[in-house]
């Protein structure tokens, strides 16, 4: 059997699944049924000091997006956008608290670890949430420097526009550290130029982790009516993103190795997507997209589903996948060379290769279509585009 047990941040985690920092984990009822599903933890709503952030949940709106961008009705696409405007934790710290420790107790029957997550427009009000959580027995902060919503509110310095600001983060992030006793990882906006750059400076600064990535902000007007969903910009995320983060996951994971614990956020959908993120180097993954499409119980089918996997392919334990698709990456000029080959036989000569092909490799026969094997590059296009199995295969030459 499989072993999903993780160490992250000298932390035990009972597998790498963690309901992530969302309304699923905005107050202690919620939590609670995160926990039952069976996932190794949960990261509670963001804590804050900020009066604005916790008015803005109260307004909170949520649209889930088609692959045209256009509101879901009914069934909603595996690739999905998760697109809205929302803010952080609802209540003041001192009665958060409350619903983090009661979440912690629960946990604990269950095997399961609860992370704070705190957000302050001011050093000392990120040291004094740090502080305040730290003592209510969590054994992990993850500091929330990537929210997107407050960059639609000016003279609030908190989320997304402190991560973009990598001195005050970095600031910020030492007070912290210093603090408290317990390891700092910390959630950064993917809208800035280097995050490879960023999480070396948040682990001297002494982050033990960082969380790749928050969402994106963006903007969808609804040609119908002229206007723009949910009144204008909004964070905007989901299955789509992922090889958006992967790529972050896989960059940092290459830079640092084991230097810095890696959580990966946005775009994890199901299991699959799960072992991808661990493939790309990323400790734990948190969820939340599809947990707020099909529920709670979203959550225990992939844990489910990793187990399966990797009872089926012989994996031991987590480790032995993690970072495992980052380290065979290649640089462009070390890429062996590949060309094409067209089975004749199982061909059906529907000729759509022709249409993708840029190099006149693929040719029109009679009955079937032939390769001019000195054009062929190798590119692949034929053979995403072949719909029969096997008609078109891309080998190493």
């Known amino acids: 059997m499989a072993k ?22 905005l107050n202690a009822h919620n939590m609670k049924k995160c926990i039952d599903t069976g996932v190794g933890g949960v990261i509670a709503k963001t804590m ?10 109260t307004r909170s709106k949520w649209r889930f997006l088609n692959e045209r961008h256009e509101v ?7 690739a999905f956008s998760l697109y809205g405007r929302s803010g952080l934790a609802l209540e003041e710290p001192k009665e958060f608290l409350k619903e983090i420790k009661e979440t912690l107790k629960y946990a604990a029957e269950k ?12 050093i000392s009000g990120w040291v004094e949430l ?18 997107p919503h407050p960059k639609l509110m000016p003279g609030i310095r908190t989320g997304m526009n402190v991560g973009q600001d990598f001195d005050h983060g970095c600031e910020i992030t030492q007070a912290v550290s210093e603090a408290v006793s317990v390891p700092i990882m910390v959630k950064v906006t993917p ?16 982050a033990s982790a960082v969380t790749l990535t928050n969402r994106f902000l963006g903007f969808v007007p609804d ?10 910009q909004a964070g905007v995320g989901g299955p789509w993103i992922k090889p958006l983060t992967l790529r972050w996951i896989n960059e940092v994971r290459k830079a640092y190795r084991d230097e810095i614990f890696i959580a990966g956020t946005n775009g994890a959908y199901d299991w699959r997507d799960v072992v991808q993120f661990i493939m790309s180097g990323a400790h734990i993954v948190e969820m939340c997209s599809a947990v707020m499409v099909y529920g709670y119980e979203w959550l225990g089918k992939q ?25 065979a990456a290649m640089a462009y000029a070390d890429m062996p060379p590949e060309k094409a080959h067209v089975n004749k036989e199982l061909c059906n000569n529907c000729q759509r290769c022709l249409k993708v092909c840029f190099y006149q490799a693929m040719q029109d026969g009679e009955d079937y279509t032939w390769l001019k094997e000195e054009n062929c590059i190798g590119c692949g296009g034929c053979y995403s585009v072949c719909p029969v199995p096997d008609a078109i295969e891309i080998t190493v030459v």
């Open 303 to 327: 844990v489910r589903g990793l187990e399966k996997f990797m009872n089926e392919k012989g994996y031991d334990d987590v480790d032995q996948m993690r970072g495992i698709a980052s380290d």
């Open 223 to 232: 040609i119908e009516t002229g206007k723009p969903l949910v009144y204008g």
């Open 48 to 57: 804050t000091d900020s009066p604005a952030m916790r008015e803005l949940t």
């Open 111 to 122: 095997e399961a670890i609860v992370i704070g997550s705190i957000a302050s427009t001011e």
């Open 72 to 78: 879901c009705r009914g069934k909603v696409p595996r």
């Open 130 to 147: 740090g502080k305040q959580i730290e003592g209510a027995g969590v054994p992990l902060i993850e500091m929330n420097f990537g929210c």
């Open 4 to 25: 999903l047990e993780v160490n992250f941040c000298g932390v035990r985690v009972k597998n790498p699944i963690v309901a992530s920092s969302a309304e699923p984990t």
């Open 191 to 206: 809208q800035v130029t280097d995050l490879v750059e960023f999480s070396g400076r948040l682990k001297e600064a002494g």
